[in-house]
């Protein structure tokens, strides 16, 4: 059974930093792509990063630049190191993962097999 467990999410004052952590279980990161979400209330759920079997990583323009995806393999954990936060970074961030070896373009949520229960990140002005 897969589990993917998220941590790291808090409260912090925009232009801050928080690192996401994705533990997983049943499942390893480096074999196939994976990805975070995110949902702001009263939003659809949108695509953030993702990285593919081969490295190759992706954004949603809107965190290019300030958030950087990547694996450990060996913890099997996946990261999402974010730096000059925003107020509408705010949101719940949810890892999620896929069977596939290449990530989607466009974050094609029906891709994703396998869900985190989120961690909430809160970006104050």
């Known amino acids: 059974e897969v589990h993917l467990v998220e941590s790291g999410g808090g409260s912090v004052q925009s232009g801050g930093s928080l690192r996401l952590s994705c533990a997983a279980s049943?499942?390893?990161?480096?074999?196939?792509?994976i990805g975070w979400f995110r949902q702001a209330p009263g939003k659809e759920r949108e695509g953030v990063s993702s990285?593919?079997?081969?490295?190759?990583?992706t954004y949603v323009d809107s965190v290019k630049g300030r958030f950087t995806i990547s694996r450990d393999n060996a913890k099997n954990t996946l990261y999402l190191q974010m730096n000059s936060l925003k107020p509408e970074d705010t949101a719940m961030y949810y890892c999620?993962?896929?069977?596939?070896?290449?990530?989607?373009?466009?974050?094609?949520?029906?891709?994703?097999?396998?869900w985190g229960q989120g961690t909430q990140v809160t970006v104050s002005s």
């Open positions: 049943g499942y390893t990161i480096s074999r196939y792509c």
């Open positions: 999620a993962a896929t069977r596939r070896f290449s990530c989607g373009e466009g974050f094609p949520t029906s891709e994703y097999d396998y």
């Open positions: 990285i593919s079997i081969a490295g190759t990583t």
